[in-house]
Nanobody, 114 residues
């Protein structure tokens, strides 16, 4: 069993920035991929950004150029830097890891005020 513990998030004004962290209880070196998803009330959970075992990153169109996913393998931690935030970015953000077993973090609320 792998624990993914998220931190960061909170309330920010539009145009501001936040950083989310996701610390894994085991090495992420061999993780197939790690990702961030988000979910707004009444909506499905959407992929925001993903980083593969080789370090390749991909982003949803709605965050390209604004969000950055990164990892620190030595710290077993994945980050999501959220820049130029918009009110529509308001959601609960979830960390995800595939080893290939799949795990989710507990979720972190991000609220962007206009």
């Amino acid at each position: 069993q792998v624990q993914l513990v998220q931190s960061g998030g909170g309330l920010v004004q539009a145009g501001g920035s936040l950083r989310l962290s996701c610390a894994a209880s085991r090495s992420i070196f061999n993780a197939n991929s790690m990702a961030w998803y988000r979910q707004s009330p009444g909506k499905q959970r959407d992929l925001v950004a993903i980083i593969t075992s080789g370090g390749t990153t991909n982003y949803a169109e709605f965050v390209k150029g604004r969000f950055i996913i990164s990892r620190d393998i030595a710290k077993n931690t994945v980050y999501l830097q959220l820049n130029s935030l918009k009110p529509e970015d308001t959601a609960v953000y979830y960390c995800y890891a595939e080893f290939p077993e799949r795990y989710w973090g507990q979720g972190t609320q991000v609220t962007v005020s206009s």
